[in-house]
């Protein structure tokens, strides 16, 4: 039977604080794939599913709790809204915004953002504002901003904006009818760790789930607060969309590892490309670096045999390789593998078939 997913507010609008009085601004976001993943099973000798976040409609996680944050500024005569972002936050506002016809306003770190998020507040219609400083004097600003002027902040301080990313928890339980041992992803402002907790908590204490997993988060070693216990005042990392050194919900992300019997550990710059690369080829699931932090930090644990077997594991990849294409090419040699003339032979040749 045809069935069109309406977006994550219609399809668990029960569980999500809007009324009937909320305009929905939706753009179709959640009702991702889930993705099993056969080398990564094989690996942690277990059952890996991949939730393929990058399928959302601007290419992240984002959209899930945005469609929420937008809706209710909205409703609440918002004229304006803004965020501090790596990329993916700006590009998911300016896109539900333009949708609601309010005025997006992004604050970003000066040339930090990949070029395709660039491209998609822009094109989006965002006031795009670049600050000589890092993703956490953005968001600083941004809460000033909110604080002293007419808009609204959409940054996931805002509590709406986890309680639509939580429907991403809901969505790995509804389709695997059961929940998983273990959930892992990436950590960076530390909200969508926060969310996955609300969700699955949610879904235990409705008795829809029977229990709740262990989360495991990862953070790129040189922007890796949570870890060392202490901010870190010039994150670096490649993964630019977690290049966070103080992350907002911190201490929620602290709660979460430690209610669920999880931890939040490091993984290097080249475990993460190597994961990116890994989910490519092998799944053909293209990530961005970020994205592939939560596979890099599986990985790692599976080697020095911290994994148990026989589990069922849900990974979040978190936003799209398409967002990146320059890091993603930058490990490669060479990117044209041959040049030849118009010749079937010579493609032959070329491709080794002859
Ligand atoms: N993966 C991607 C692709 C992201 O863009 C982010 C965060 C994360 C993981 C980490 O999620 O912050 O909830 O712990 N990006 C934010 C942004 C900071 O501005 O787009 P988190």
């Known amino acids: 039977m045809a069935h069109l997913w309406r977006g994550v507010i219609e399809e668990y609008r029960d569980r999500l604080p809007v009324t009937d009085a909320t305009p929905v601004i939706t753009l179709g976001e959640g009702g991702t794939p889930l993705v099993r993943s056969g080398w990564l099973s094989g690996i942690v000798r277990g059952d890996v599913w991949l939730k393929v976040e990058g399928d959302n409609p601007t290419g992240s996680f984002k959209d899930r709790g945005m469609t929420v944050a937008i809706s209710i500024a909205a409703g609440e005569g918002a004229k304006a809204v803004v965020c501090a972002s790596t990329g993916n936050t700006s590009a998911s506002m300016a896109a539900y915004a333009a949708s609601a016809g309010l005025t997006p306003i992004v604050l970003v770190p000066h040339g930090k953002i990949s070029a395709g998020k660039m491209a998609q507040a822009v094109m989006h219609g965002a006031e795009v504002i670049q600050v000589n400083g890092n993703f956490d004097d953005c968001l600083t600003m941004s809460r000033g901003l909110a604080e002293h002027y007419p ?44 969310a996955y907790w609300l969700g699955f908590k949610e879904y235990a204490e409705a008795g829809v789930a029977t229990k ?83 596979v890099a930090g599986l990985l790692a644990a599976a080697a020095r045999g911290e994994v148990e077997p026989d589990q069922l594991i849900s990974v979040t990849v978190t936003g799209h390789g398409l967002k990146d294409t320059e890091t993603a090419l930058s490990g490669i040699d060479s990117i044209i593998d041959s040049v030849i003339e118009v010749d079937v032979d010579a493609a032959a040749a070329a491709a080794g078939l002859a």
């Open 151 to 194: 808009v609204a902040l959409v940054n996931s301080v805002n509590p709406m904006r986890l309680q639509g990313q939580k429907t991403a928890a809901f969505e790995i339980v509804d389709a695997l009818a059961a929940t998983p041992d273990l959930h892992v992803l990436p950590v960076g402002n530390a909200g969508n760790i926060s």
């Open 212 to 294: 709740t997993p262990t989360l495991w988060g990862f953070q790129a070693e040189g922007a890796a607060p949570i870890v060392n216990g202490a901010p870190v005042l010039h994150p670096e990392t490649i993964a630019s969309a977690i290049r966070i050194g103080n992350p907002a919900s911190w201490h929620l992300a602290v709660a979460a590892r430690d209610e669920s019997g999880g931890r939040i550990a490091a993984v290097s710059d080249a475990q993460i490309l190597q994961a990116q690369r890994d989910l490519a080829s092998r799944d053909g699931v293209f990530v961005e670096p970020a994205s592939a932090a939560g």
